[in-house]
């Protein structure tokens, strides 16, 4: 006879070996559904009882004893037990431990399949509410720099290299549009995540007359899984959250590897606060962006996370497997560096110093007003591709010159095209170029300002 504990076990002739129980066991990392399992017992409970299937008196036990059990887990006194698997069954061998029979008929038209499911869904919606709270917090970090900087004139560079003026407010605001598009992913993944799976039992369906749309009501769901099959088995909500993950993580990355970038003297844009950087234990003089850079390479395990689970996905014949269990691990760690990558860099963004002086500097040496010299060429008759070749000549002579445009004499300049008047040098400035480009989604100071402030608004 087996003396296995397993609650499935009288079926079976001998016991597991001890590496395979600690193979298949999900205790050591499901144990973090446990609040959401209770949750979702407590509903199925209730609805079996509105249904007749159990007593109004199991019930009572029921709700006693999973309340009791739920304080001794928030305690840190409860006693998870690698031989009972799971989550699932841990609490459910306390729960019969507590008040004998009812604690047994608490599965009843249930099955761990359709209970993990839900389980995973009560979790992930939890978090993707966090996750949207600290969305805004980078946002609202973003929006006030820009607000505050709507005027402070910077390179925006493309290939890498200086190509027109940008206000820093215009900057912050791309990622704060970025975060705008991962909070409608995020939000629709949540919509998708929101449907109960519960009355799925193991694949089927069940037999007991159960009231499905009471358990969802309870739960806070949207409505049920309309199939048993696809809803004990499919995880695409885990995987498309793990996709908006990715994006979240891809843009957090773009602007942690701009933010190293500025911070390096070559470029001296910016500087970020002590507390998220470190020094070198052999350098004495290095001060080591640190945190956008971890921001940088977390970004590949979640990446990596996204690529697990479809993997995992992929062969699964209909309907529950094993494999299944495998979803958890990447589906937390993907949560839990999201919201500590997101919680770091909204506090890091509203510690971001600016080095105005360094920007105007780099803007000069690199020719940012060009493109304004040709479009005044044009504006006075010139086709666009004749004013491009005259005012890449003239770039070349204030080249040897060791000048910027402005830098240029009129007579220099009137020598690569005699349209060129006095007024010129109002176009070559950095402020006046800027100033120009005054159309929504432009880089005028004045629309970023009040795109900043629409965004403040949009954020109360
Ligand atoms: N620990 C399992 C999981 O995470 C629970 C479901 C187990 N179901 C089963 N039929 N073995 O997927």
Redesign the pocket.
Known sequence: MSSSPQLWSGRFSEPVSARVQRYTA?IGF?YRLAEFDIQGSLAHARMLAHCGIISAVDLADIETGLQAILQDIRAGHFEWKLEL??V?LNIEKALTERVGDAGKRLHTGRS??DQ?ATDIRLWLRYHIDMILAALRDNQRALATLAEQHADVLMPGHTHLQVAQPVSFGHHMLAYYEMLARDIERMTDCRRRTNRLPLGSAALAGTSYPIDRDMVARELGFDGICANSLDAVSDRDFAIEFCAAASLIMTHLSRFAEELILWMNPRFGFIDLPDRFCTGSSIMPQKKNPDVPELMRGKTGRVNGHLVSLLTLMKSQPLA?N?D??ED?EPLFDTVDTLLDTLTISAEMIAGIQLRPQAMLDALRDGYATATDLADYLVKKGLPFRDAHEAVARAVRLAETRGCDLAGLTLDELQSFSDLIETDVYGVLSLAGSAASRNHPGGTAPAQVLAAAQRAKRMLD
């Open positions: 999900s499901d698997e799971d699932h761990r399949n993990v529950y094993k299944n269990q958890k």
